[in-house]
């Protein structure tokens, strides 16, 4: 079993900037990939963006290239994400996703562990 725990979320003006950790505990030598997804109110939950714990493979959907990167600390265990430039539209929980095998990064099916996730509320 695999315990993801969230932190770092918060209400932050258009413009402005937050860092989300992902903390894993428990059997984290067998995750593949890490991933953020997010849901918004009234909408599905969506893939935000991906690492591989080996290599320095990312992955990021459209709407957050440029402004969002994904990073991880393989001694802490811990996977970030720098939020950058936010927008009003990037309001929503975000969650942290592991997966144990390799897969597609954008889909959530191929994660079995998720966080029980973290507010982010940008205001205009």
């Known amino acids: 079993q695999v315990q993801l725990v969230e932190s770092g979320g918060g209400l932050v003006q258009a413009g402005g900037s937050l860092t989300l950790s992902c903390a894993a505990s428990?059997?984290?030598?067998?995750?593949?990939?890490m991933a953020w997804f997010r849901q918004a109110p009234g909408k599905e939950r969506g893939f935000v963006a991906g690492?591989?714990?080996?290599?320095?493979?990312?992955y990021y959907t459209g709407s957050v290239k440029g402004r969002f990167t994904i990073s991880r600390d393989n001694a802490k265990n811990t996977v970030y994400l720098q939020m950058n430039s936010l927008k009003p539209e990037d309001t929503a929980v975000y969650y942290c996703a592991a997966a144990p095998y390799s897969s597609s990064f954008y889909s959530q099916n191929s994660y079995d562990y998720w966080g029980q996730g973290t507010q982010v509320t940008v205001s205009s």
């Open positions: 690492i591989r714990w080996s290599g320095n493979s990312t």
């Open positions: 428990g059997r984290t030598f067998s995750n593949e990939m």
